[in-house]
């Protein structure tokens, strides 16, 4: 069974901010959890990590509600570039790492 | 920084041949590595976790005799897809954890794709 779902595609245009959401209800105490980006024939892209409350990078914030039950993946004025296929993943020890479906972002002109 | 590189970039080969795939993680040790096939339009599918000195563990579904991982060393892990056919085609993709303290964090290879003819 997946551990997380997400939306499976999401449109935007350039400027915007893009929000993805992941639902991951059955996420143990231990369990952290990671956003990636990939593109086209090439292996994921770590984007951000967070365990609670909200973490910020020089690309993308993560905003975790107090429950953990999901975690929104926030992109700030997206461009062209950031069209990819985006996923989170939760997991604790090196262990079951499995990637949910993925959410395919199109950023439009 | 830490990189894992994956070698070859692609490959294509005849039906009953044997290919093999290498996962180096460059300037870090990584105990266990993962395993991943991605068929195109779809996520990544885990194959098995890789563990440096001892056996695979593979994910249901996947047989082991078919594909070989071997974790000879820390910092190199392999798989072999034995008497590959057209239904092996795939993007192939090795990753390890960031060294340290666990956070997540996956440092992913650029992907090898096998063209099985």
């Known amino acids: 069974l997946a551990k997380t779902t997400q939306p499976i595609s999401m449109d935007s245009y350039e400027g915007q901010e893009v929000n993805i959401t992941c639902s991951h209800n059955?996420?143990?105490?231990?369990?952290?959890i990671t956003w990636y980006q990939q593109f086209p024939s090439q292996g994921p892209r770590f984007i951000i990590q967070g365990y609670k409350t909200k973490v910020t990078n020089e690309v993308a914030s993560l905003f975790i509600p107090a429950d953990r039950k999901s975690s929104t993946l926030s992109l700030p004025r997206v461009s062209l570039s950031d069209t990819a296929v985006y996923y989170c993943?939760?997991?604790?020890?090196?262990?079951?790492?499995?990637f949910g479906a993925g959410t395919r972002l199109t950023v439009k002109p | 920084g830490a990189v894992v590189s994956q070698h070859p970039s692609w490959v294509i080969c005849k039906s009953g041949t044997s290919v093999k795939i290498e996962c180096r993680s460059l300037?870090?040790?990584?105990?266990?590595m993962f395993w991943y096939r991605q068929f195109p339009k779809q996520s990544l599918m885990l194959m098995a976790t890789s563990n440096e000195g001892s056996k695979a563990t593979y994910e249901q579904g996947v047989e082991k005799d078919k594909f070989l991982i071997n974790h000879a060393s820390l910092t190199l892990s392999t798989l072999t897809v034995t008497s590959a056919h057209p239904e092996d085609s795939s993007f192939y993709i090795c990753?390890?954890?960031?060294?340290?303290?666990?956070?997540?964090?996956?440092?992913f290879g650029e992907g090898s794709r096998l063209t099985v003819l």
């Open positions: 993943l939760v997991g604790d020890n090196n262990n079951d790492m499995r």
């Open positions: 990753s390890a954890p960031k060294p340290g303290r666990w956070t997540g964090e996956l440092f």
């Open positions: 059955n996420i143990a105490t231990n369990d952290y």
């Open positions: 300037d870090f040790q990584a105990t266990t």
